[in-house]
């Protein structure tokens, strides 16, 4: 079974900082997808960033990125410029299939704080 | 914007009650998900639907059943509700096969949280 790790419940981080949050994923498949979701304070929770494992470029967007070890299994997501706006739950996701909808696997969370 | 809607985000409810939690989506996706999410445990899959009356469990679908009689609504039902549901609920959707790059993205509504008392 695919399961995936978040190993930081928690992390804070002051505002302009660059802060980054670990997930790492055991898989046996070779293609896969791997998502990060953020979930801010009362608000729905929308996708953030998405790698294909395929491709070996990181993805990136404006000030998320993310740095994408597929030997190490690890999915980890860089958030540079840290903005108040950034408080939020953040989920890491790996889905195997794209024809497969039901088969998404989420981490616990890693709740962030940006602080003044 | 994909808009998912869920009609409660507050829903307080008593131990044998019949609950229903519904979910509209607004961008003709095929796929529907019901998610459960708990402190330390993340998201965890309900049920989920592909198709109009078609449905598949997940990983805890146990106290819990779905309908899907529209393609824009799916509905989460417990029949007798207990305090162990107590939980915050997330309704998602997502393309099909004909949704080109974007088919793999749920899209996910507000959340409604429950309490059973």
């Known amino acids: 079974a695919q399961t995936v790790t978040q190993s930081q419940p928690e992390m804070s981080v002051q505002e302009a900082e660059t802060v980054t949050l670990s997930c790492t994923y055991d898989?046996?498949?070779?293609?896969?997808?791997l998502f990060w979701y953020k979930q801010p304070p009362s608000r729905q929770m929308i996708l953030v960033i998405r790698?294909?494992?395929?491709?070996?470029q990181n993805a990136t967007e404006n000030r998320f990125s993310v740095n994408f070890q597929k030997a190490a299994k690890s999915f980890s997501l860089k958030i540079s410029d840290s903005q108040l706006g950034d408080t939020a739950m953040y989920f890491c996701?790996?889905?195997?299939?794209?024809?497969?909808?039901?088969?998404?696997?989420f981490g616990a969370g890693t709740r962030l704080t940006v602080k003044p | 914007d994909v808009k998912v809607t869920q009609s409660s985000r507050y829903l307080v409810k008593r131990t044998g009650e019949k609950v229903f939690l519904e979910c509209v989506q607004d961008?003709?996706?095929?796929?529907m998900f019901w998610y459960r999410q708990d402190p330390g445990l993340g998201l965890r899959l309900i049920y989920f639907?592909?198709?109009?009356?078609?449905?598949e469990k997940g990983d805890i679908p146990e106290g819990y059943s779905v309908s899907r009689e529209k393609k824009e609504r799916f509905s989460l039902i417990l029949e007798s509700a207990s305090t162990n549901q107590t939980s915050m609920y997330l309704c998602?959707?997502?393309?099909?096969?004909?949704?080109?790059?974007?088919?793999?993205?749920?899209?996910f509504g507000a959340g409604t949280r429950l309490s059973v008392l």
């Open positions: 961008m003709d996706h095929e796929n």
């Open positions: 998602a959707s997502s393309s099909g096969l004909a949704g080109g790059v974007a088919k793999n993205i749920q899209y």
């Open positions: 639907s592909y198709d109009v009356k078609m449905k």
């Open positions: 898989t046996s498949e070779s293609n896969y997808y």
């Open positions: 996701a790996f889905m195997i299939s794209p024809y497969n909808n039901n088969d998404m696997r």
């Open positions: 790698q294909e494992a395929y491709k070996q």
